[in-house]
């Protein structure tokens, strides 16, 4: 991989990188040659670092630790079960948002099933 001014995190799958001036993103690094970015925009490097374990934890990364209130949860939980109804069961089984939403409630061990 070339360097592209990644930098690395305690979480293997993920870095992140200045993409311009008040703009921090993290990035999926899990395939070297086409690293993609992730997530929300950052303002600063520091909003960035805080908010990384939690990104880590909903992105399904080993070791990571989520602090996201159980209320948060309870929210994604209700949203997955209107987006189960209202999306094609196709679409529902492949989008990279519900993946994400999956990943944030088991590792908050509320496993989410597709019915």
């Known amino acids: 991989m070339e360097d592209i ?3 690395a995190t305690r979480f293997e799958e993920l ?18 040659d086409s690293p993609g970015a992730v997530g929300p925009h950052y303002k ?12 880590a934890a909903g992105f399904g990364c080993a070791g990571a630790t989520s602090t996201i209130s159980p209320r ?3 929210v994604v939980k209700g949203l997955m079960e209107i987006a189960e109804t209202a999306m094609p069961d196709t679409y529902f089984q492949t989008d990279s948002r519900v993946e994400a939403a999956r990943k ?7 496993s989410h099933e597709v019915r």
């Open 15 to 32: 870095g992140y990188r200045q993409d311009g001036p008040n703009l921090w993103r993290i990035y999926d690094i899990m395939d070297p």
């Open 5 to 7: 001014g990644i930098r």
């Open 44 to 55: 600063t490097k520091a909003e960035l670092l805080a908010d990384l374990e939690d990104y």
């Open 72 to 74: 948060v949860v309870e």
């Open 104 to 110: 944030l409630l088991a590792g908050r061990g509320k």
